[in-house]
């Protein structure tokens, strides 16, 4: 007979509660001591119960007869080694995303310089620099422009006149 599933909730029956945490604490540290010895990985385990009393595993130090030794040095070790390597990947991570800032930033400027030539240009000013196609887009822009301001006008006009009429 198989077990069941277990629903992940707090169980409410405090001696359920405490039997459950203390049988889950002895599993838990048992299988880091496993991973530990069957893999050679550094290993280190912190528990705080809700009382606050403080379990802990740290992964013996091997030394080249295989012999383990437990001191102090094990936490040392394995704590600097998280922050070597989680240091390296937090400056991979920060220089990656100073090239994509970089990237962007370059984005944006060309796009910045394109519109303010553009407004020059529709301006009247810095003309010179244009193809005759960009003249005659330009000219068929204000063209347009000026039709539709016209026409603006002409229903102004018709406005004002239901108005006062």
Known sequence: MGRG????????????RQVTFSKRRGGLLKKAHELAVLCDAHVGVVILSSRGKLFEYCSPRTSNSDIFTFDLLSWSEVIQRYDAISNAQHQETNHDDDQQMSVEI?????????LKANIRRQ????????????????QKQLESALDKDEL??????????KVIA
């Open 5 to 16: 599933k277990v629903v992940l909730k707090r169980i409410e029956n405090k001696v359920s």
């Open 106 to 114: 370059a984005r944006l400027r060309r796009e910045c310089d394109q």
């Open 123 to 138: 301006t009247g000013e810095d003309l010179a620099s244009l193809s005759t196609e960009e003249l005659d887009n330009l």
């Open 152 to 161: 603006l006008n002409q229903q102004l006009d018709e406005s004002r006149r």
